[in-house]
């Protein structure tokens, strides 16, 4: 089942798009009047040019694209980034440069990946005690590394 989400694009490339049957991640495209570059721990915010309504009890996640991670040093700074059902603005890429080198941001440049996801809403219930498990408070390499 697809899921139908409202989307206005400003940009001439084309719409987020999966790259592969089995992908999870749409690819969002750079929006860009000429090439973008950054300074090594530089930030930028890099427009997409799309806009989108998510219905009420879903999120989009704007990921890093692994390739530019690990060829470029290039990832997402707020990784990941959370649109809200009701965002309206348009859809922007927190961008950071983690590389020794200056790097280029091209026009129509895949930068990053969006995911939809349903959430729940949580309503807190104070307890004066949390049920027992195995693991208890153990955390942050509590289990191991093998």
Known sequence: MELKVQIISKSPHHLPAYQTSGSSGMDLTAWLAGPLRLKPMERKLIHTGIYISLPVGYEAQVRP??????????????????????????????????????????????????????????????????????????????????
């Open 65 to 146: 694209r692994s390739g530019l991670a690990i060829k470029k040093g290039l990832t997402v700074v707020n990784a990941p980034g959370t649109i809200d059902s009701d965002y309206r603005g348009e859809v922007m890429v927190a961008m950071i440069n983690l590389s020794g080198e200056e790097q280029e941001i091209n026009d129509g440049e895949r930068i990053a990946q969006m995911i939809v996801s349903r959430y729940e809403t949580v309503a807190w219930e104070r307890v004066e005690e949390l049920d027992e498990t195995k693991r208890g408070a153990g955390g942050f390499g509590h289990s191991g590394t093998r």
